[in-house]
Each structure stands twice: as structure tokens, then as C-alpha cells.
T-cell receptor
Framework: ETGVTQTPRHLVMGMTNKKSLKCEQHLGHNAMYWYKQSAKKPLELMFVYNFKEQTENNSVPSRFSPECPNSSHLFLHLHTLQPEDSALYLC?????????????FGAGTRLSVL | GENVEQHPSTLSVQEGDSAVIKCTYSDSASNYFPWYKQELGKGPQLIIDIRSNVGEKKDQRIAVTLNKTAKHFSLHITETQPEDSAVYFCAASKGTGANNLFFGTGTRLTVIP
């Protein structure tokens, strides 16, 4: 495995629900990322955390709220989502430095919004 | 920002044949070009990467070439096997640290036994 674990693997939620996605990395990295993967579209970067500080918010709607309590854990809190938010949400991590651009991905959470 | 285009979107080859996937990028400052393989139910896995100070890199049956002048890079898989069937993504980024990877739209490779 890659050392990046995402839970749950599958999630079905209604538009009025509140849920959270969890990502944990066991690689000792200090940067973590959330991506959205939709069919026939490039992976879309959503958020970047570098040493627990958010360094990128790629114009993501406020119904997605990230949280990074420490360098090993990353959450994505979801509320009042829309059906078009259904996608595979991927977490990744990297180690800032000379090889900081090598990102390691988790298996993703498949989200379905009804 | 960076724009990465990837072709073809689907590719079918006979087992044992070669497969080539091509990508172009727009930002001449990009200097790191990884290729990821994504199998069903899994996240993307890095299979090979190249930095802008080299023109070619090879790892067993896979190789990547980079043409900085033309701003394109390619993935070559030789002697394809059924387990090579997956979606392949190219990406580009610049600098170090916590960086943005800009991905292509992916190529679904099917290797026919």
C-alpha cells in the first residue's frame, strides 16, 4: 500500500446531511492534499496543507471545509452538498524539499450525493 | 496557470505490443513530469517521473521522454501485459515544496490478451 489511508471508501449522503472524509498518512510527510476526481476530467486540486497550514484553496465552495489537526491527518467536512459533488475524493501527501513534488495518493472515497 | 493535455483518451493494444501516451504542457517553468497509473478501485500510483534536466528515463518496460523545447513528454510501455491495463495520467509541476500537480485527463489503456 501507499501509506495513505482514506476512510470511508464509499459514502452515500443526502443533500442535507453532514459527513466527514478522513485521510491519514504514515509516511512522515508534512504536506497533504485533497483532490476531486470526476469522470473524463483532470484531477482537480482542492486544498493544500503545508506543515498544517492551508496554503491553497482552489476556489472550492464553502460546503467543503478542510481540517488539518496535525501533519498526519486531514479531514474534509461536507455539508449541504449538491448531486454534482458526486465524485472520487483523493487524498495525497508529500514531503516538502528536494523531492517535494512526488505525491502519494490514497485509494479515495467514492462519494454519491442523492 | 499550467495546462496539460493528454492523448489519446483510450488506447487498445495487443499483448506484447507497445503503447505510447503523449502529453503537452503550457508553462515553460514546469520542471517535473510524473506519470501515474490508476487501477480500478485504487488511487493513482507513481510509476515513473522525469525532471527537466534529462531527456529520457527508463525503468524496465516503461520509459518517459521529454522535449522541453516542444513542451511535450511521452510514456512508452513495451511488451505490454494484461496487468498494464489501467488509466494512466501525466502531470506537470514546478519547484519544490508542497506543489500543485497539474494533471492530464487520463488515458484508459486496455491490453488485449
Amino acid at each position: 500500500e501507499t501509506g495513505v489511508t482514506q476512510t470511508p471508501r464509499h459514502l452515500v449522503m443526502g443533500m442535507t446531511n453532514k459527513k466527514s472524509l478522513k485521510c491519514e498518512q504514515h509516511l512522515g510527510h508534512n504536506a497533504m492534499y485533497w483532490y476531486k476526481q470526476s469522470a473524463k476530467k483532470p484531477l482537480e486540486l482542492m486544498f493544500v496543507y503545508n506543515f498544517k497550514e492551508q496554503t491553497e484553496n482552489n476556489s472550492v465552495p464553502s460546503r467543503f471545509s478542510p481540517e488539518c489537526p496535525n501533519s498526519s491527518h486531514l479531514f474534509l467536512h461536507l455539508h449541504t452538498l449538491q448531486p454534482e459533488d458526486s465524485a472520487l475524493y483523493l487524498c495525497a501527501s508529500s514531503q516538502p524539499g528536494e523531492l517535494g513534488d512526488i505525491q502519494y495518493f490514497g485509494a479515495g472515497t467514492r462519494l454519491s450525493v442523492l | 496557470g499550467e495546462n496539460v493535455e493528454q492523448h489519446p483518451s483510450t488506447l487498445s493494444v495487443q499483448e506484447g505490443d507497445s503503447a505510447v501516451i503523449k502529453c503537452t504542457y503550457s508553462d515553460s517553468a514546469s520542471n517535473y513530469f510524473p506519470w501515474y497509473k490508476q487501477e480500478l478501485g485504487k488511487g493513482p500510483q507513481l510509476i515513473i517521473d522525469i525532471r527537466s534536466n534529462v531527456g529520457e528515463k527508463k525503468d524496465q518496460r516503461i520509459a518517459v521522454t521529454l522535449n522541453k523545447t516542444a513542451k511535450h513528454f511521452s510514456l512508452h510501455i513495451t511488451e505490454t501485459q494484461p496487468e498494464d491495463s489501467a488509466v494512466y495520467f501525466c502531470a506537470a509541476s514546478k519547484g519544490t515544496g508542497a506543489n500543485n500537480l497539474f494533471f492530464g485527463t487520463g488515458t484508459r489503456l486496455t491490453v488485449i490478451p
